[in-house]
């Protein structure tokens, strides 16, 4: 069992930066697939980033490539999202997530701990 708590959230201007912190807990969180994913009003909820646990690859939806990080310390059980160049369509509830699966996904389906998730609101 894996608990997820997002901070981080907030208002900001278009074009500024948040960091989304995900604290987790349970000891085998070096070995979860984490993700971040994001669901806008009306909208269905879409994968942001992600960091496989085996590989160390890191993965982005191509709408936040070059402009959002995803990291993680494991000594500390948490995942980060470091947000920079932001846009209004960026606005939306975030949650990260943690998979244990053998098999990296950015469906959001496959996971299957969550957070509360931290609303983010840029204005124009």
């Known amino acids: 069992q894996v608990q997820l708590v997002e901070s981080g959230g907030g208002l900001v201007q278009a074009g500024g930066s948040l960091r989304l912190s995900c604290a987790a807990s349970?000891?085998?969180?070096?070995?979860?697939?984490m993700g971040w994913f994001r669901q806008a009003p009306g909208k269905e909820r879409e994968f942001v980033a992600a960091?496989?646990?085996?590989?160390?690859?890191?993965y982005y939806a191509d709408s936040v490539k070059g402009r959002f990080t995803i990291s993680r310390d494991n000594a500390k059980n948490t995942v980060y999202l470091q947000m920079n160049s932001l846009k209004p369509e960026d606005t939306a509830v975030y949650y990260c997530?943690?998979?244990?699966?053998?098999?990296?996904?950015?469906?959001?389906?496959?996971?299957?701990?969550w957070g509360q998730g931290t609303q983010v609101t840029v204005s124009s």
């Open positions: 349970g000891r085998t969180f070096s070995r979860y697939d």
């Open positions: 997530a943690a998979d244990p699966g053998w098999v990296f996904t950015t469906t959001p389906n496959d996971y299957d701990y």
């Open positions: 960091h496989n646990w085996n590989t160390g690859k890191i």
